[in-house]
């Protein structure tokens, strides 16, 4: 194995020494880190940005989170992220994904964090996706000699400063945006939307004893494209309905179910109710195909637990398409936190969505759903799925349906859809749900083979 000619002609060059490591098989950045293990806070990477005549290369270190706004002041403009296409431009002689952060060999402009120069040794891709290379910190400043240094990284101690304590003092965040202030947005309605007429006479329509399909379909029928989506459904090959569905009563009664649409029709509407961007990952693309995805796998998990121990399984649909409702929510009330919000998430892949939610806002998606959905007085079910959705070994009366998210947004992220970072279930889950990974994986496998109908759903709810 060897590395790139290129990258190596410039550190013979620059007579910089230099030790390889050898991966087991070819790996992405995140795959190394994950076999350096303890060794991989000196792995460094490199983020490219949009520049003038050259691209704008940001290093710093893999478990620091990059700071856009600090990066913007040091290389005085807006950094906007460069395409996939881009990287494979620049760093010439690379292997797809094993981008070698090292300035003078490609023709960039490139920014070094500071606290690179720190670390006793860096550890940095080297071209070739099977080797890393280590420097020791006697040759960093060589490999370094022509690039700007500024301080845009934030590591654990400002990531999460403040976490477990934030008061309108803090010096770290934003005051205007700290859970405090926050929370009292949230709780001031004129604020927020109200919610829909239409998911108001759904929730009634809960407690109504007699409440039946034609009921239901008077109310679904009162919005035009929600009646046509619930109709689409019904029609598709997704349920295997062989006869005509000619109203939404039929999709009701003999397709959907009550259940299915009431909750359905409940979420959607909620949904659909806020103002947010199209793009990103948080906007409404993103949103609803996650959240398609994961009502119907975490309503499939449910059936998978044994009889006694099976939630509700309408809640648990409703729950799965809405527990990442706090992001519309961040994005209907605060756009331009939002857009940073998204744009750090595009810079940071492999940094949980709710901790960059914290660094920038002082307060996650989790916490702000819950607070809006606790406000429209919803299920205490669907509030501790929303609430505690990315919260491992959690328990409460109702910790079964955030349990079941967590499982669904985890697997789904072996599908590349979602905002979890973890794919792994942990063993304590597995038991409070009695269930055990290999069903896990049918299940899963279960949803690939519907990706086709789901996906269609989902861009159904975008349009």
Known sequence: MSIPKLVQEHLESAEINYKQ???????????????????????VR????????KPIVAILPYTHLLDIKQLE????????????EANHRLFKGCQDGSWAPIAGAFDAIFFIDKTVFEFEQIIIQSGNPKLLLQIENSETSKLYQNANTADFAAGSERLYAGRNSVSDESTDLDVSFTPIRLKQRVDETFDLPAMPEIAQDIMKLRVDPSADATKLAKIVCRDPSLAAQVISWASSPYYGYQGKVDSVETAIARVLGFELVMNLALGISIGKSLKVPMDGPLGIRQFWKQAIYSANLAEKICRNMPIKQRPERGLIYLSGLLHNFGHLLLGHIFPPQFELVNRTIEANPHIAVE???????????????????????MPDELIVAVQRHHQEEFWSKHAVYSNIVLVANRMLKRLGIGDAIETDIPNS???????????????????????????????????
Do not use: C
Request: charged letters at 25%; proline letters at 2%.
């Open 46 to 53: 490199a983020v490219t940005f949009r520049g003038g005549d």
């Open 21 to 43: 490591i050898e991966l087991p098989e070819a790996s992405s950045l995140k795959s190394s880190a994950n076999f350096l293990e303890e060794r991989v806070k000196y792995l």
């Open 355 to 377: 901790d960059i939610e914290f660094y920038i806002l002082g307060v996650n998606h989790e916490e702000i759903g819950a607070w809006l959905m606790a406000n429209w007085h």
């Open 429 to 463: 889950t597995l038991e409070l749900l009695s269930l055990d990974i290999e069903t896990l994986e049918s299940t899963l496998q279960d949803i690939e083979s519907e990706a086709e109908t789901l996906d269609l759903m989902a861009k159904q709810l975008v349009a």
């Open 73 to 84: 002041l040091a290389i005085e403009q807006e950094a906007v992220l460069s395409a996939p």
